[in-house]
């Protein structure tokens, strides 16, 4: 990098290499992706575990460590206010509440909420953890990463039923991603909660594979209300994905 210092653009390298690999990596690994010398390498991880960025398995393999999760938690928070007024937006103009989340630890997280002013309405809290797997918002980030890590993820967390509409095997849920990134956006027809629909987009080029969805009772949310909102969904993922590349 022209104007960065070049011993923090490495350990960010090794950091998101990490990242890439599923959380951990062998020495090995660390070396061939980043074409880093081995001692190079083992001083900066070493740096990274000292400050609690990475940690070392018995294995000697290096995983993520937990200090990344408050950075995590606080760039979501973050996150979520920048995205706030983009919700808003969102609200006025299909009159259901979005929301906006990112995975963190294998789980969706929500980051920000706008809710709709119907009496009868969804309404997520901020900070909530849901399955990836029977959320329109978790299978819209999990059609962002390769097959492998969804398999991964799963395997780590399962696949438990919110409803008898969840999907609760890994060749469906693969199937499903197939179809998230064939057509370009996700949708929860009563899996996550009976009677509630969701529909929604990857934010593009997000630090943290994000997705943006507007939900709402099925009888409102219909597959037509669909097609119409998706237009304004992308159009509302790619302001916010804008503002993040500026900010970077």
Do not use: W
Not at 54 to 68: C, E, F, I, K, N
Not at 98 to 110: E, H, P, Q
Not at 118 to 128: D, L
């Amino acid at each position: 990098m022209a104007d960065g210092v070049q011993s923090v653009d490495r350990a960010i390298d090794l950091l998101e290499i990490m990242t890439d690999l599923g959380g951990d990596a062998a020495l090995s690994e660390l070396a061939t992706s980043s074409g880093l010398p081995l001692p190079t390498i083992h001083r900066l991880m070493r740096t990274l575990v000292l400050r609690g960025y990475a940690r070392q398995l018995p294995s000697r393999r290096y995983t993520l460590g937990p200090r990344l999760i408050r950075l995590g938690e606080s760039a979501g928070r973050q996150l979520g206010a920048g995205a706030k007024p983009h919700l808003e937006r969102l609200v006025r103009e299909l009159g259901e509440s979005a929301n906006l989340a990112m995975i963190d630890r294998d789980m969706a997280v929500y980051v920000a909420q706008a809710s709709s002013q119907h009496s009868m309405r969804t309404f997520t809290e901020v900070g909530r953890r849901v399955y990836c797997s029977c959320t329109g918002v978790g299978k819209a980030v999990l059609a962002q990463l390769p097959d492998t890590t969804v398999r991964e993820i799963v395997g780590r967390t399962g696949m438990p039923a919110a409803t008898d509409r969840s999907i609760t095997d890994l060749r469906t849920l693969l199937d499903e991603m197939a179809k998230v990134r064939d057509q370009g956006y996700a949708v929860d027809d009563g899996e996550q909660e009976i009677g509630v629909r969701c529909f929604a987009v990857p934010v593009p080029h997000a630090p943290t594979p994000s997705a943006l969805s507007i939900s709402g009772p099925a009888a409102r949310v219909s597959f037509e209300f669909g097609e119409q909102a998706l237009p304004l969904l992308h159009e509302i993922a790619g302001h916010i994905s804008d503002e993040l590349i500026t900010a970077r």
